[in-house]
């Protein structure tokens, strides 16, 4: 006699990224009594899978919705199935670095740029990623995906700056270091000098020491 299904499998729903089992081995029935029955199953994702009456498995962002699952039971001459609906669940996964930002130099007083919408990834389909700087100076600011500015003397030397992604629940960050170096400065007036008088045989003394400046 061909076997039977005794207790049929209820759809089920699980979450992505958490262990998932089921006992089949009651799920079947073969009143022939000598009878051994084996068991195989289709339409599951790949990371369930069956092992001596046990499906079993975690799956992942990628299995994400509904997965009819056809289970077979043979006694090696005759076989039945049982069909049930398994739901995957969608859990919130953390964006990640796909692509790490690498140090960097600019002049000062030369414009500075850089696209982060390609560093971080987020396997999540519905997630939208939004973006801030901390460490970088105050010249250098992000918008819309694009950290830019242009330095000025008062920065020149090594900022580390820490980008942060989120998804709105989980966040991920990358460190670079962006140096700015020196370009030099021409000197400026500090103090203009003052028109003056002075007579004919007396002595005439000027210090201009503060007259000028140099920022360098």
């Given amino acids: 006699d061909a076997p039977t299904v005794s207790s049929a499998i209820a759809d089920a729903s699980n979450a992505e990224d958490a262990a998932y089992s089921l006992d089949i081995s009651s799920v079947?029935?073969?009143?022939?009594?000598?009878?051994?029955?084996?068991?195989?199953?289709s339409g599951a994702p790949s990371t369930i899978t069956h092992t001596s009456g046990t499906i079993s498995g975690t799956p992942v962002n990628a299995d994400v919705g509904t997965h009819t699952i056809v289970v077979t039971a043979t006694d090696g001459t005759a076989s039945v199935t049982d069909t049930y609906d398994l739901t995957v669940t969608n859990t919130n996964d953390a964006p990640t670095v796909a692509n790490a930002i690498s140090d960097a130099s600019n002049a000062e007083d030369a414009a500075y740029s850089l696209?982060?919408?390609?560093?971080?990834?987020?396997?999540?389909?519905s997630d939208t990623l939004s973006y801030s700087i901390s460490g970088a100076?105050?010249?250098?600011?992000?918008?819309?995906?694009?950290?830019?500015?242009?330095?000025?003397n008062a920065d020149v030397g090594t900022h580390t700056i820490v980008v942060t992604a989120t998804d709105g629940t989980a966040s991920v960050t990358d460190t670079y270091d962006l140096t700015v170096t020196n370009t030099n400065d021409a000197p400026?007036?500090?103090?203009?000098?003052?028109?003056?008088?002075?007579?004919?045989?007396?002595?005439?003394?000027?210090?201009?020491?503060?007259?000028?400046?140099?920022?360098?």
Avoid: C
Avoid at 30 to 36: K, Y
Avoid at 137 to 152: D, L, M, Q, R, W
């Fill in 28 to 41: 079947f029935a073969d009143m022939d009594v000598g009878d051994t029955l084996s068991y195989s199953i």
């Fill in 115 to 125: 696209d982060i919408s390609s560093v971080f990834a987020d396997v999540d389909v």
């Fill in 137 to 152: 100076p105050s010249t250098i600011t992000h918008t819309s995906g694009t950290i830019s500015g242009t330095p000025v």
């Fill in 188 to 216: 400026t007036v500090a103090s203009a000098i003052s028109d003056a008088s002075s007579a004919e045989d007396a002595a005439y003394s000027l210090d201009i020491s503060s007259v000028f400046t140099d920022m360098d």
